[in-house]
């Protein structure tokens, strides 16, 4: 057990509740935040197959039942100290801004936010391999090189088919781009 939880207390009570919002379709992290303090989203599902609960039930309405208030994260303000001067103001709002709190499921939620703060690396120029040079799956071996390029559902899918290296699977080109070298200097 880990130190600081206390096991939940599974009076009459506590049962019931978690029997109903069960059947009402809400999810174990949801039962664990109406049972209240002590009871983790673990505990509920142990309770749910020590008591052989079958399948939930869809939620009859799709809006979202009254939570418990709960305080809000704290907010982040960008120091001097913290790399951010260099910055365009927007990059400093952004840091201070508070996330919104998720309630439910949320690993494949849209997050337009999340999508403007990823990088994209620079698109790095192909080798140009001739149409008559282009090898499929079956075509290579162990002294060609295995690069795919294109997308393997397109009929324009090929492999570089160029001489291979002896330490690896692909030419000099793509060994250069599969491999990069550490910086000797980081250790």
Known sequence: MVSGAQPAGWTDERVETLKKLWMEGLSASQIAGELGEGVTRNAVIGKVHRLKLSARAKPTNSTPRARPASRPAPRRVASPSSGLSGMGGAAKMRSSMPRPQSV??????????????????????????????????????????????????????????????ETGPYCEFHSRRAYHQVDKKRR
């Open 104 to 165: 439910g499921a949320t690993a494949l939620a849209h997050d337009p936010q999340l999508e403007a703060d990823l990088y994209v690396a620079p698109a790095v120029a192909e080798l140009f391999i001739p149409e008559d040079k282009r090898l499929n799956l079956l075509q290579l071996n162990e002294h060609t090189c295995k690069w795919p390029i294109g997308d393997p559902l397109t009929k324009d899918f090929y492999f570089c088919g160029q001489h291979s290296l």
